[in-house]
Structure formats: structure tokens, C-alpha cells
């Protein structure tokens, strides 16, 4: 009788099987995550030519993350400038070379801190109501409701996010340097002294077009990465409001975690050329 019962139940799986499934389970989990973002970025860069453009949706995107984020990166960008700046000084000082502090925070700013933190500032505020707003949609079956009458959610919702984010991060980043700089400015010559003069003309001598082209290209992968990460998320949430929030977190970790990644590799080949 027990043999019966036994010979019914489905066979265990082994211990090797379930160690081996720990190991590569994340692995297979990350490059299918990793594929449906490149599949939907595809999808999106084939229906941004395509008709009807969705110029209304397009503008209101823009005015959100554009215009929205501009005060909340030029706060940063000018904190982020003086803090850069007072602790450039205290290096520089040992060795009497404080008006050289203009330049390397110019420096730093147009090639680093202003692209890589611009993009941080939009993915925490803009980037997280995208994938909160296509989550809602997508467990509210608005998506589904979008695709029964005919039109693409990827060309209605997903291609001007996208496209307002690339075209909005790399003016954000420009914003964020200016602040930056007048941060640098107002800590390095009005509160420590440092000659105006020389602080300026550091800056002109450090700073090279080959600088402020990376900030824009920098800024450009970034608003595409991060927008299309954000959307990937929320398009593909599932379970309720709880799933939302899952996924909106996801897409503003994932998003920080790819902005660093990119920003090493696009540094080191911007920088052999």
C-alpha cells in the first residue's frame, strides 16, 4: 500500500539540482531582464519614425521630466559645486596651489559629477513615476484597453518618455554644471578668497570642447538607459499595487546600477579617443 502511494507522488528533485538552479537562476533571471529591455528599446527606436508622432504626448513628457527636474538639479548641481569645491581647497592648499581649484572642479563637473548626477536626480524623480504610471496602467489593463482599440502602447506610452528624456537630460546636465560652477564660484572666490581672475582663467584652461562633448554624450546614453529601463519596469509589472512597487524600485536600482556601469565604459572609450 505504501509503495502505491509512493509510486504517485512526483519524484524529489536532487540536491545537485536545486544547488545548480541557486547558482544560475539569477543569471538566466538577469539576461532575460537584460533582453527585454534591448527588445523594447528596439521596439521603440522602430516606431519613432513611424506615424502618427505623437507630438502631444511627446510635449507633455518633455514639460514633466524637463522643466520638472530642473530646479530639483540645479540645487544639486550648486551643493554638489560647493562641496566639490571647499573640499578641492583643503587638498590644494598644501601645496599653495588653491587657484587651480576652478579648473579641476570645471573639469570634473563637465566630465563626470554633472552627466552621472543629472541622471540620478531624473531617475529618482522622473524615472520612478514612469515605471509607477506604466505599472498602474498595466495591472489596471489600461495597456490592454490601449491595444484592443488599435494603438501601439509602445508608440503612445513608451517612445515619448524615451524620447523626452534623451532630449531633456543632456540640457538638465548643462543646468546642473552652470549651478555647479556658481556653487564653486561663491564658496572658491567670495568665501575663501581665491582671485577671480585666476579662478576664471583656470577654468578656460582646463575645460576643452572634448569635455563638454562628453558631458552631452554621456548625458544622451543615460536619458536612453535610464528611460528605457524605467518603462521596461512598469511596462511588465504584475500583482496589484504591491507589484507596482516592486517594479518602480527595481527600475530606480537598476537604473543607478546601469548609469555607473555606462558611465566607466563611456569614459574609457571617450577617453582612448
Same mark, same amino acid.
Given at each position: ?26 543569471? $538566466? ?5 537584460? *533582453? ?48 566639490? &569645491? ?18 579641476? $572642479?570645471?573639469?570634473?563637473? +563637465?566630465?563626470?559629477?554633472?552627466? $552621472? ?28 484597453? /490601449?491595444?484592443?482599440?488599435?494603438? +501601439? ?11 523626452? &528624456? ?13 549651478? *555647479?560652477?556658481?556653487?564653486?564660484? $561663491? ?41 528605457? /529601463? ?25 537604473? /543607478? ?17
Amino acid at each position: 500500500m505504501a509503495e502505491t502511494e509512493n509510486a504517485g507522488e512526483p519524484p524529489k528533485p536532487s540536491a545537485l539540482i536545486g544547488f545548480i538552479d541557486a547558482i544560475f537562476d539569477p543569471a $538566466v533571471q538577469l539576461l532575460d531582464d537584460v *533582453g527585454g529591455t534591448v527588445l523594447l528599446f528596439a521596439k521603440a527606436a522602430s516606431w519613432l519614425v513611424r506615424p502618427p508622432l505623437r507630438i502631444g504626448q511627446l510635449l507633455i513628457a518633455i514639460e514633466f521630466i524637463g522643466a520638472g527636474s530642473l530646479f530639483i538639479a540645479g540645487l544639486v548641481g550648486m551643493f554638489t559645486g560647493m562641496a566639490f &569645491t571647499l573640499s578641492s581647497i583643503i587638498g590644494f592648499r598644501q601645496f599653495g596651489a588653491e587657484g587651480m581649484v576652478g579648473g579641476v $572642479v570645471a573639469l570634473a563637473l +563637465s566630465r563626470e559629477l554633472a552627466p $552621472v548626477l543629472a541622471a540620478v536626480v531624473v531617475t529618482a524623480r522622473a524615472g520612478s513615476t514612469m515605471a509607477s504610471e506604466l505599472g498602474n496602467m498595466r495591472v489596471t489593463e489600461q495597456i490592454d484597453a /490601449i491595444t484592443t482599440m488599435g494603438v +501601439s502602447p509602445v508608440q503612445y506610452l513608451v517612445v515619448p518618455r524615451i524620447t523626452a &528624456t534623451v532630449i531633456t537630460l543632456p540640457l538638465l546636465s548643462v543646468s546642473f554644471g552652470i549651478a *555647479g560652477m556658481f556653487g564653486a564660484y $561663491v564658496v572658491g572666490v567670495l568665501w575663501q578668497g581665491i582671485d577671480p581672475g585666476v579662478f576664471l582663467d583656470r577654468v578656460q584652461q582646463f575645460v576643452k570642447w572634448g569635455d563638454i562633448r562628453m558631458l552631452l554624450v554621456k548625458s544622451a546614453i543615460f536619458g536612453t538607459i535610464v528611460s528605457t /529601463i524605467c518603462c521596461k519596469k512598469g511596462f511588465h509589472a504584475a500583482g496589484g499595487a504591491r507589484g507596482v512597487g516592486e517594479a518602480t524600485a527595481k527600475a530606480v536600482v537598476a537604473s /543607478i546600477v546601469a548609469i555607473f556601469a555606462a558611465d566607466y565604459i563611456t569614459t574609457t572609450v571617450m577617453t582612448e579617443l
